[in-house]
Every structure is written in structure tokens, then in C-alpha cells.
């Protein structure tokens, strides 16, 4: 597709559970990133990968969180255990090669912990 | 490693009134800049960037920042705001080399009064 893509756009689920989201990024882009961005608050970084090198997992905010890429393109974020505090929009974004190219966004996974 | 701070999470100005949004980076080595805009309900896109050469950069909707080395800061500006300004804006550092992750402020909620 021409941009990045990710399911589900919505996302509701019970406590406890476990989720997973999707993210397709720009083919050819080496970076992508996970974001989180909760209600009324700005972005805050879970995951980033860069090509073949080890991803940089200082974002995530407990051992719950996991995300993982299948060489450079798809990527799942998986949320084991959902908790209320989980809830927020997850959103994914990729980049080309290159520091001064900019990252493209998808629309974002909305999801509620009920 | 980078970073990057947004004064003021929340800047309410009159329509008509100047736009300044202010950016403030650290980094180690000369950085590449961006200005990306979130609409309500809507994904990030980008705004604006710096990467080399005119510190001056103009961009999308009337919108410039500049880059001033020696206060190490990228503030975006507009001259003029209009209500379809209201939207939430982050700005961003990355650098050059082979780990340019992308590092994102928290970001400023920008309200228009009529």
C-alpha cells in the first residue's frame, strides 16, 4: 500500500486478555516505530526497530509488552495480561534509510480495556 | 543520545495572533529537526524539517521554524493563526550515523479563539 497500514482500527477487549496489533509499514522503509499516545497525552516511544540490528525495547513500559518484526516489514505488537491502564491509541510509523528522512504514520489501533 | 523538549504543553492564542511553539533539542552530534502536526482525530503528519543547509525552513499551512545552533532550538512560528490551526504538534530530533531512531517531545496542544 502507499502508506503505513494498521489493524484493527478498533480494539476492544476484556481484562486479562491478551491483544495483538498490526502494522504494516511503507515497503522499502527500514524503520518502524511503536508509539502509545493516551487520552489527552502525547506520544510515548515503546519499541523502534532499525533493520537487521537488535530493537531498541527501552519504551516498553512492562515485561506485558512485546513486539516483534519479520525482517523489514510487518511488525505485531503484543499485549499479554491487558490492563485499564492499557487503554490508549498504539500507533505505528516508518521510516526510510537515513536520519534526515521523515517517519510516516498510520492511523493507530484505539484500544479499550474494558 | 537525543532528546527533545516542548515548553508548554498547552498554548491558547487568538485568531489572528502570532503561533510559537517552542522546540528545545540536545544531541551530541548536528541533529535533523521535524515539526509534525496532529489534527483532531486524525494521524501525524509532517510539518516541516530541517536537515541541512538554510536555517530557515517553511512549511505547510503558513508554518516556518528555525534553527539556531547556539540555543539549541527549532521553534515553529506563524504569523498569523487560524481556527483550522487547533491541532496537537510535536517536534522531533534525529542524527545522523546508523541509529537515527526518531525521538519525539511530548508535544503542545495548540487551542485558536475566535
Known amino acids: 500500500g502507499a502508506g503505513v497500514s494498521q489493524s484493527p482500527s478498533n480494539k476492544v477487549t476484556e481484562k486479562g486478555k491478551d491483544v495483538e496489533l498490526r502494522c504494516d509499514p511503507i515497503s522499502g522503509h527500514t524503520a518502524l516505530y511503536w508509539y502509545r499516545q493516551r487520552l489527552g497525552q502525547g506520544l510515548e516511544f515503546l519499541i523502534y526497530f532499525q533493520g537487521n540490528s537488535a530493537p531498541d525495547k527501552s519504551g516498553l513500559p512492562s515485561d506485558r509488552f512485546s513486539a516483534e518484526r519479520t525482517g523489514e516489514s510487518v511488525s505485531t505488537l503484543t499485549i499479554q495480561r491487558t490492563q485499564q491502564e492499557d487503554s490508549a491509541v498504539y500507533l505505528c510509523?516508518?521510516?526510510?534509510?537515513?536520519?534526515?528522512?521523515?517517519?510516516?504514520f498510520g492511523q493507530g489501533t484505539r484500544l479499550t480495556v474494558v | 543520545a537525543q532528546s527533545v523538549t516542548q515548553l508548554g504543553s498547552h498554548v491558547s492564542v487568538s485568531e489572528g495572533a502570532l503561533v510559537l511553539l517552542r522546540c528545545n533539542y540536545s544531541?551530541?552530534?548536528?541533529?535533523?529537526l521535524f515539526w509534525y502536526v496532529q489534527y483532531p482525530n486524525q494521524g501525524l503528519q509532517l510539518l516541516l524539517k530541517y536537515t541541512t543547509g538554510a536555517t530557515l525552513v517553511k512549511g505547510i499551512n503558513g508554518f516556518e521554524a528555525e534553527f539556531k545552533k547556539s540555543e539549541t532550538s527549532f521553534h515553529l512560528t506563524k504569523p498569523s493563526a487560524h481556527m483550522s490551526d487547533a491541532a496537537e504538534y510535536f517536534c522531533?530530533?534525529?542524527?545522523?550515523?546508523?541509529?537515527?531512531?526518531?525521538?519525539f517531545g511530548k508535544g503542545t496542544l495548540l487551542t485558536v479563539n475566535p
Open positions: 522531533a530530533v534525529s542524527l545522523t550515523g546508523s541509529n537515527y531512531k526518531l525521538t
Open positions: 510509523a516508518s521510516s526510510g534509510t537515513g536520519g534526515n528522512t521523515e517517519a510516516f
Open positions: 544531541s551530541s552530534v548536528p541533529p535533523y
